[in-house]
Nanobody
Framework: QVQLVESGGGFVQAWGSLRPSCVASGRTFSSRAMGWFRQAPGKEREFVAAISGSGGITYYADSVKGRFTISRDNAKNTVNLQMGSLKPEDTAVYYC?????????????????WGQGTQVTVSS
């Protein structure tokens, strides 16, 4: 069983930055691909970014490419999402997710463990 705890969301003005983080329990972190998803009110959960177990391969949604950067620290069981040039449409609850394998994925149903989410609100 893996527990994921997100932090670092908040309220920011447009064009600002935030850096949510997610800490995972367990001793197999480096063998797990990690992902970030988001869900805005009235919308479906959508893919944001993912990273392979080693950290060598990353994936991004087109809507965040060039503005967000996903990274991980396997020594600290942590995955981060550096968000810049934020827009009001980035407002959502952001969820951290973990797979049981090292290869990343854009599909939310391929992730086995989920955090409770952290709210990100961007004002115009």
């Amino acid at each position: 069983q893996v527990q994921l705890v997100e932090s670092g969301g908040g309220f920011v003005q447009a064009w600002g930055s935030l850096r949510p983080s997610c800490v995972a329990s367990g001793r197999t972190f480096s063998s797990r691909a990690m992902g970030w998803f988001r869900q805005a009110p009235g919308k479906e959960r959508e893919f944001v970014a993912a990273i392979s177990g080693s950290g060598g391969i990353t994936y991004y949604a087109d809507s965040v490419k060039g503005r967000f950067t996903i990274s991980r620290d396997n020594a600290k069981n942590t995955v981060n999402l550096q968000m810049g040039s934020l827009k009001p449409e980035d407002t959502a609850v952001y969820y951290c997710a973990a797979r049981t394998i090292r290869y990343g994925s854009r599909w939310y149903d391929s992730y086995d463990y989920w955090g409770q989410g952290t709210q990100v609100t961007v004002s115009s």
